[in-house]
């Protein structure tokens, strides 16, 4: 009995850990040219963008570059209300000096996220 106490313990425990950890989504893109996330420049090439939402209404993006580098932004969640948009992902760049800073990233269900700290 005492056993199977331990193995039932054991099972809820992991099992909560699964489900107290931050959901999260991937999505995959590919730059051109190089890119800035913050202060960090991300190589031009294949990028994973992973969206973390914490335990509070924050949501926090990791930008992976294929070819090592790696950027942490913080992001607000947003709502497109044009219609005139085809209906798949795409990155919103924006001129920053003198090259390019990820500003939005939109999905194709009109929804998506805005790095709070981009200019």
């Excluded at 949501?59 to 070819?67: N, P």
């Amino acid at each position: 009995m005492k056993i199977c106490t331990t193995i039932c313990c054991a099972a809820l425990t992991v099992c909560g850990a699964i489900f107290a950890q931050t959901p999260s989504d991937h999505i995959k893109v590919h730059f051109n040219t190089p890119v800035m996330v913050g202060e960090t420049k991300l190589p031009a090439g294949d990028c994973e963008i992973q969206v973390m939402h914490g335990s509070s209404d924050s949501i926090v993006l990791v930008l992976r570059s294929q070819s090592g580098p790696y950027a942490v932004a913080l992001a607000s969640h947003l709502t497109e209300n044009h219609t005139d948009a085809d209906g798949s992902a795409s990155v919103v760049l924006n001129r920053h000096h003198d090259g390019l800073q990820v500003y939005r990233i939109l999905l194709g269900d009109h929804t998506g996220y805005q790095l709070t700290n981009a200019e």
